[in-house]
């Protein structure tokens, strides 16, 4: 089993849709979790950090971190065809120095 | 610069060749990761520095793969008699300070060995 786990998708909704996107995780001593993008031959570009639990808002996203299920969820509102791109979830302990990824979940926005 | 820069974008090798691919981070920034993503897959971390020193590479797969910073900037990561299985994108990110700030990503240079 890995540890970060992400359905890889791909995942289709029409315009103005309310997107979810999860991963799971097995380490318990994650603290710190990331959300980002990944258009087709980009590199990944940062959209939510969050500390331990708890809900994180920026604009359409919101993002949510349940410890106690190792649960972590990103939701877009009001979806549009430019958020169409790989979304992948980050997250890290207290200690060490890297950053471990899930392998990220395509998204799909349809006009 | 901007932002971080990678090059080349694109690398085409042989089997058995040598490979080096440049990294230029953010100026100022402390910390540069690299990480290697295969297709379909997220990054996975390779190495870390801060400054010149690399503090932890424990995702290198090989004694092939070498990575330095001599001057605390630019990095370059080689990779020696390149096999199939090296083919991946290589991303390298930087970070102004600590392991936990924001990492920003360069576009990644995207490694054939045929």
């Known amino acids: 089993q890995k540890e970060v786990e992400q359905d890889p998708g791909p995942l289709s909704v029409p315009e103005g849709a309310i997107v979810s996107l999860n991963c799971t995780y097995s380490?318990?001593?994650?603290?710190?979790f990331m959300w980002y993008r990944q258009y087709s031959r980009k590199g990944p570009e940062l959209l939510m950090y969050?500390?331990?639990?708890g809900n994180k808002e920026d604009g359409r996203f919101t993002a949510q971190v349940d410890k106690s299920s190792k649960y972590i969820s990103l939701f877009i509102r009001d979806s549009q065809p430019s958020d169409s791109a790989t979304y992948l979830c980050?997250?890290?302990?207290?200690?060490?120095?890297?950053?471990?990824f899930g392998p990220g979940t395509r998204l799909s926005v349809l006009p | 610069g901007a932002g971080v820069s990678q090059s080349p974008r694109y690398k085409v090798a042989k089997r058995g060749q040598d490979v080096a691919l440049r990294c230029d981070p953010i100026?100022?920034?402390?910390?540069l990761f690299w990480y290697q993503q295969a297709l379909g897959q997220g990054p996975e971390f390779l190495t870390y520095?801060?400054?010149?020193?690399?503090?932890?590479k424990s995702g290198l797969p090989s004694d092939r793969f070498f990575a330095e910073r001599p001057e605390g900037s630019v990095s370059t990561l080689k990779i020696q008699r390149t096999q199939q299985e090296d083919s991946a994108v290589y991303l390298c990110?930087?970070?102004?300070?600590?392991?936990?700030?924001?990492?920003?990503f360069g576009p990644g240079t995207r490694l054939t060995v045929l």
């Open positions: 990110a930087s970070s102004l300070a600590t392991v936990t700030d924001t990492q920003y």
């Open positions: 380490n318990s001593a994650f603290q710190y």
């Open positions: 969050t500390y331990s639990s």
């Open positions: 980050a997250m890290k302990g207290n200690y060490g120095q890297n950053f471990v």
């Open positions: 100026s100022g920034h402390v910390s």
């Open positions: 520095f801060q400054n010149e020193a690399q503090l932890d």
